[in-house]
C-alpha cells in the first residue's frame, strides 16, 4: 500500500498566503464601488449597501483611455524591439561560445542586472535632453528598452543553451545559414521564453512611475502610474476612484496573465533546468 506523506505545514502556509493575497485584493474591488460617504462610514471589507459605478464612470471621463493608450504604446514600443534584441543577442552567445568579444559583451549584459534604475536616473534626463526626446512617449520607451534587455538576454541564453546542438548542426549540413536557423529553429523552441521575458518586461513598464514621472510633464503624456495622481488633490484623495482606477489598470495584466499562463511557468523553468 503506497503511503502518502502530506505536507501539512506547506498546505497551511499556502493558504495563509492565498488569504494574505485576497484580503487585498477583495478590499480594492469592494470599495471601487463605493461612493466617498460609504467609504468613511462603512466597515472596510463589508460589502457596499448601495453600489455605485460612478468612480469607474468619473475615471473613464477623466482621460482614462488617453492614459491607457499611452500606457500600450509605451509597453509595445519596449517589449518587442527589447526582447528582439535580447534574442538576438543571446542567440549570438550561445552559438559564437568560443568568441572572446562575445563573452565580453555577455559580462556586460549581466553587469548592467547590477545596475538600478534610480542610480541612472539623473544621467539619463540629460540624455533625453540634450537628444531633445523630453516629454514625449520616446522618452520612456528608449530607456525602458535599456533596462530590459539584460534580464532578457540571461533567460534566453539559458533558454536556448538548452537546445541540442545536433538540431543546429543537421541544419548546417542541410545548407541553413544563422538567420534561418534563429528563425526556423531557435525561435518556435524558444517561445516559452519569449512569452517568459515579455510578460515580465512588460509588467515593468506597465507599471513603471519613475522614468514617466521624470521624462514628461504634459497631461497628454501621461501614463496609467502617474494618471492615478489624477484622483489626488491638495488636501482629500477621492480613494475609491483611486481604487477604481486600480482595478482598470490591472485587467489587462491580469488578461495577459491568464492567457500567458503556462508558457510562463514553463519558460520560468525549462531555461534553468540544468
Known amino acids: 500500500?503506497?503511503?502518502?506523506?502530506?505536507?501539512?505545514?506547506?498546505?497551511?502556509?499556502?493558504?495563509?498566503?492565498?488569504?494574505?493575497?485576497?484580503?487585498?485584493?477583495?478590499?480594492?474591488?469592494?470599495?471601487?464601488?463605493?461612493?466617498?460617504?460609504?467609504?468613511?462610514t462603512q466597515n472596510p471589507f463589508a460589502l457596499p449597501t448601495d453600489p455605485t459605478t460612478e468612480n469607474y464612470?468619473?475615471?473613464?471621463?477623466?482621460?482614462f483611455p488617453r492614459y491607457f493608450l499611452n500606457s500600450v504604446i509605451v509597453t509595445a514600443g519596449t517589449i518587442l524591439p527589447a526582447v528582439a534584441i535580447a534574442f538576438m543577442a543571446a542567440y549570438a552567445i550561445v552559438r559564437g561560445a568560443g568568441s572572446r568579444f562575445l563573452a565580453?559583451?555577455?559580462?556586460?549584459?549581466?553587469?548592467?542586472?547590477a545596475i538600478p534604475l534610480q542610480a541612472t536616473i539623473i544621467p539619463v534626463y540629460l540624455l533625453i535632453i540634450k537628444m531633445h526626446l523630453y516629454d514625449s512617449l520616446l522618452a520612456i520607451i528608449l530607456p525602458s528598452i535599456a533596462f530590459s534587455i539584460p534580464l532578457s538576454v540571461l533567460v534566453l541564453t539559458n533558454f536556448i543553451r538548452d537546445v541540442p546542438k545536433e538540431l543546429f548542426e543537421s541544419m548546417r549540413v542541410d545548407g541553413a545559414t544563422e538567420w534561418g536557423m534563429l528563425r526556423t529553429l531557435a525561435l518556435p523552441l524558444t517561445r516559452p521564453a519569449l512569452v517568459t521575458v515579455s510578460i515580465y518586461n512588460g509588467l515593468g513598464v506597465w507599471n513603471g512611475f519613475l522614468l514617466p514621472l521624470i521624462l514628461t510633464q504634459s497631461p497628454e503624456k501621461r501614463t496609467l502610474p502617474l494618471a492615478l495622481w489624477t484622483f489626488q488633490g491638495q488636501y482629500s484623495v477621492n480613494v475609491p476612484a483611486v481604487l477604481a482606477s486600480v482595478v482598470l489598470t490591472t485587467l489587462p495584466i491580469v488578461i495577459l496573465y491568464a492567457l500567458g499562463r503556462r508558457q510562463l511557468l514553463s519558460g520560468l523553468t525549462a531555461g534553468f533546468s540544468r
Open 1 to 40: 500500500m503506497r503511503l502518502i506523506r502530506r505536507n501539512w505545514l506547506g498546505g497551511t502556509a499556502g493558504w495563509l498566503w492565498l488569504v494574505i493575497v485576497l484580503i487585498p485584493l477583495y478590499w480594492i474591488v469592494v470599495t471601487s464601488f463605493k461612493d466617498q460617504a460609504g467609504f468613511f
Open 57 to 63: 464612470k468619473l475615471v473613464i471621463e477623466s482621460d
Open 104 to 113: 565580453g559583451v555577455n559580462g556586460l549584459f549581466l553587469m548592467g542586472l
